[in-house]
């Protein structure tokens, strides 16, 4: 079956830590694979996405991601966090008129 | 440049009401994807269009629900007869459309429409 898990549905970390949200695929070709931002109160915002080549690949506010074939993985980082990361994150799978989202990933920030 | 246009960003609606949501795709876009949020659960696929044709409505419930993207003007996406359950935050994306099947469509979306039914 064809579907994209993101087992955090809750994140929390202290501001300047590093970040890491997961995200697992299931689908039978190489995927089309992003993660979008959802800040509270607005709309979703991509922050980078995956077709093919380099695995590792940079995306907006300095946040990168790693796809891994082996792991079935797109595993969203970032070094360092800031206030402004608290948000909700979502890993989705887009393919052939196909559109997978996964259930989000909530991030709060400690001071 | 302008982004992904939604209108009215906040809806509120009776039960038995109607309720119309409009999404103006970026410029260039000829492609529409409709999304529901609903409360603690992850964004849902609805419906997928094109100007003047539904690619793929997989998603959409089977009554009262319906949605058009003409030729002319914004993508609607129209809520009859509404009940408490349709209260959520519907969201509009556009992508430019891709000329061949390798290649990925990026979708760029809307701030969203939040339909809340009393």
């Known amino acids: 079956a064809q579907s994209v898990t993101q087992p955090d549905i809750h994140i929390t970390v202290s501001e300047g830590a590093s970040l890491e949200l997961r995200c697992n695929y299931s689908?039978?070709?190489?995927?089309?694979l992003f993660w979008y931002v959802q800040s509270p109160g607005q709309g979703l915002q991509l922050l980078l996405k995956y077709f093919s080549g380099d695995t590792l690949v940079q995306g907006i506010k300095g946040f990168e991601a790693e796809f891994k074939r082996s792991q079935s993985s797109f595993n969203l980082r970032k070094p360092s966090v800031h206030w402004s990361d608290a948000a909700e994150y979502f890993c989705v799978l887009n393919r052939d008129d196909k559109i997978i989202f996964g259930k989000g990933t909530r991030l709060h920030i400690l001071p | 440049n302008a982004g992904v246009m939604q209108n009215p960003r906040h809806l509120v609606r009776r039960r038995g009401q109607e309720a119309r949501l409009r999404c103006s795709p970026m410029?260039?876009?000829?492609?529409v994807y409709w999304y529901r949020q609903l409360p603690e659960e992850g964004l849902k696929f609805m419906v997928y269009l094109q100007k003047e044709n539904i690619i793929d409505e997989s998603g959409m419930p089977k009554e009262r629900f319906s949605a058009e993207f003409p030729k002319e003007g914004p993508s609607i996406l129209r809520i009859q007869q509404v009940v408490r359950g349709d209260s959520a935050a519907y969201f509009c994306?556009?992508?430019?459309?891709?000329?061949?099947?390798?290649?990925?469509?990026?979708?760029?979306f809307g701030p969203g429409t939040r339909l809340t039914v009393l």
């Open positions: 410029k260039g876009h000829s492609h």
């Open positions: 689908y039978g070709a190489t995927p089309y």
């Open positions: 994306a556009s992508s430019r459309g891709v000329a061949a099947f390798w290649e990925a469509d990026t979708q760029y």
